[in-house]
């Protein structure tokens, strides 16, 4: 486990935690004007087999309430998924994820980290801004919600 003291906890997740992964990704993914790949279970089990990737849960109490799920390649790190379910948002837990993202991808040699979000993904977005991301680029029609094509902002972060 991995205490914070400014904010929620965090803690490492494996292989064994793929069906939870996939519960709080599907929980907080719900709104159907967010989109992206299926994260279900196999597809968490098949990320987390892959040398240089890593996840972790974020506590609400004691119970699981948000996610986050990177990959890191040599100097570049990214982050693959992000979320807290409805219930526990606002209450810092997407920051303590981000951190934690940050500080394991710097354990792994990273020293910048990337995101996609989408163009009008607010909540996200204010999130990134606040932990130091940057957009350095637009991928047009990148998502596809049930409002139709959305671009997807490419955010950096220098890391530390
Ligand atoms: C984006 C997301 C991960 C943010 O998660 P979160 O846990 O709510 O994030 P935080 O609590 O750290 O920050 C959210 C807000 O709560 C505020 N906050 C944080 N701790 C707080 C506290 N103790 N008391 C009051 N407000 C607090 C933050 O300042 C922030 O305010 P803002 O909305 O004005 O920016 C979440 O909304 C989510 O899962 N969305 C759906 C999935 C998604 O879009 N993922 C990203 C795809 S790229």
């Known amino acids: 486990?991995?205490?914070?003291?400014?904010?929620?906890?965090?803690?490492?997740?494996?292989?064994?935690?793929?069906?939870?992964?996939?519960?709080?990704?599907?929980?907080?993914?719900?709104?159907?004007?967010?989109?992206?790949?299926?994260?279900?279970?196999?597809?968490?089990?098949?990320l987390l087999m892959l040398p240089g990737t890593a996840a972790f849960l974020a506590l609400a109490g004691e119970e699981p309430a948000g996610l986050v799920l990177l990959r890191t390649a040599a100097d570049e790190a990214e982050i693959l998924t992000i979320g807290t379910i409805p219930a526990a948002r606002g209450r810092g837990i997407g920051l303590a994820l981000l951190r934690t993202a940050a500080a394991a991808a710097c354990d792994s040699g990273a020293q910048a980290m990337f995101l996609e979000v989408a163009a009008g993904n607010a909540p996200a977005q204010r999130l990134y801004a606040r932990s130091g991301f940057e957009t350095v680029?637009?991928?047009r029609g990148y998502y596809h919600t049930a409002a139709g094509p959305v671009d997807a902002l490419v955010l950096r972060r220098a890391l530390p």
């Open 137 to 139: 680029g637009r991928r």
């Open 1 to 46: 486990m991995r205490p914070d003291p400014d904010g929620p906890r965090t803690v490492p997740a494996g292989l064994a935690h793929a069906p939870v992964l996939a519960a709080l990704h599907a929980l907080a993914f719900a709104d159907p004007d967010l989109s992206g790949p299926a994260w279900d279970e196999a597809a968490f089990a098949q």
